[in-house]
């Protein structure tokens, strides 16, 4: 079985930077076509973050364009989301997703990491 795990959430000043970890562990039996970083902010749905391509590519939303990267880790499937001059709006709950080709889709999810950005 496949589980992930988000690490380096916490409680920052606006202004602030952070950065999340997420690590899979177990058999990834596949190619790995995507790993992306949601949040689920209160009040509100869960939201597309970020994005890294199995090309290397990354996009981004645009609260947070110019302010977060999302890169590959060292770390054998690993994946960070740096977080940078961090905005009340960016508190809530980050998920990161790993998107797993074989004969087909599939996705893992981890539990989430808290984010508390304070005014």
């Known amino acids: 079985q496949v589980q992930v795990a988000e690490s380096g959430g916490g409680w920052v000043q606006t202004g602030g930077s952070l950065r999340l970890s997420c690590a899979a562990s177990?058999?990834?039996?596949?190619?790995?076509?995507?790993m992306a970083w949601f949040r689920r902010s209160p009040g509100k749905h869960l939201d597309l973050v970020a994005r890294?391509?199995?090309?290397?590519?990354?996009d981004y939303t645009d609260s947070v364009q110019g302010r977060f990267a999302v890169s590959k880790g060292d770390a054998e499937n690993t994946v960070y989301l740096q977080m940078n001059n961090l905005k009340p709006e960016d508190t809530g709950v980050y998920y990161c997703?790993?998107?797993?080709?074989?004969?087909?889709?599939?996705?893992?999810w981890g539990q989430g990491a808290q984010v508390i950005v304070s005014s």
């Open positions: 997703k790993i998107i797993v080709f074989k004969m087909g889709p599939t996705d893992y």
């Open positions: 177990g058999s990834i039996d596949g190619v790995v076509e995507i």
């Open positions: 890294l391509f199995r090309d290397g590519t990354t």
